[in-house]
């Protein structure tokens, strides 16, 4: 009896110890999974902590880059753009300077051609009035020498043959001054466009000289009126057989100077095209290009 009621407490003993032994064992068994799935979970979110940290970094050095590079096109445009003005207003600045020159001396020529015309006019009333004094004179002549002639229908055609002779004189005179003063006003506006692109900065040295050649010969054509203007051709009539021959050498010496003077007259012209020929050939300056700005420097 005694027997069987130790082996039973050994029996119950030996099941609590079993018992103990399983709850501890239970325990250390699901410990330890645990503990490896939380340092995974923490390593994990070292990573990704890291990694964002790492895209934030780098977000924020490429916002830093942008925005420098954007300062330095920035402040490049603003370098460019003030150098580009100080470069306008000096070109400006020497432009207005130049101009002022240019004007004055475009100004000094038209009034040099201005005066040389009136001066001309001057000459030329001058000769014509002289002239009325000779022609008179000439007139009251040759009615002395007609005097001789018996034949009063001849005597009529001579009269009306040196009053025809001075007209032709006068009217060809008076046209060609016209004529000249045309082309002088014509040169005028030849200058002041010459002067204009020169202000420009266009190279017209070329037509200047043409200016000048038009000019000198306009003068030339002047004096030769002038000199035409002061002549006569008197009748010396002597007898009636010489009548026709003195006739003819009268109105031959006449046609010869107005030819000469028509020579004179046909190169003044022809000068002042050809300073409107190199005009023509200037060639304009170009306009300074204003520099580009890159905007992806």
Do not use: C
């Amino acid at each position: 009896m005694k027997n069987i009621s130790k082996t039973i407490n050994i029996l119950l003993v030996s099941g609590m110890v079993l018992s103990n032994g399983l709850s501890v064992l239970a325990q250390t068994g699901t410990a330890e999974p645990t503990t490896v799935r939380g340092a995974v979970q923490e390593k994990t979110e070292a990573i990704r902590k890291a990694a964002e940290e790492k895209r934030e970094a780098v977000k924020v050095a490429v916002e830093e880059r942008k925005e420098s590079a954007e300062k330095a096109v920035t402040e490049k445009r603003e370098a460019t753009k003030t150098v580009s003005e100080e470069k306008r207003a000096a070109l400006k600045a020497d432009y207005e300077v130049r101009k002022v020159e240019i004007e004055k001396a475009a100004q000094e020529k038209r009034e040099a051609i201005k005066a040389a015309q009136e001066q001309f006019k001057t000459r030329v009333e001058t000769a014509r009035e002289e002239m009325k004094d000779k022609v008179e004179k000439k007139r009251e002549e040759l009615k002395e020498r007609l005097v001789k002639i018996k034949d009063e229908r001849k005597a009529q055609i001579v009269e009306k043959l040196d009053k025809r002779f001075d007209e032709i004189n006068e009217k060809l005179t008076k046209h060609w001054s016209g004529m000249l003063d045309r082309f002088s006003n014509y040169l005028d506006k030849i200058i002041e466009r010459t002067e204009k692109l020169a202000a420009e900065g266009a190279d017209v040295a070329a037509v200047r000289l043409a200016i000048d050649e038009a000019k000198k010969k306009i003068e030339e054509a002047r004096a030769a009126i002038t000199a035409q203007l002061a002549k006569t051709y008197p009748l010396n009539i002597t007898d009636e057989t010489t009548l026709g021959k003195v006739v003819s050498a009268v109105r031959e010496a006449l046609n010869n100077d107005l030819k000469l003077v028509k020579e004179k007259l046909r190169a003044a012209p022809e000068a002042v095209f050809q300073a409107l020929r190199e005009l023509k050939a200037v060639s304009k300056p170009e306009k300074a290009e204003e520099p580009e700005e890159n905007e992806n420097e």
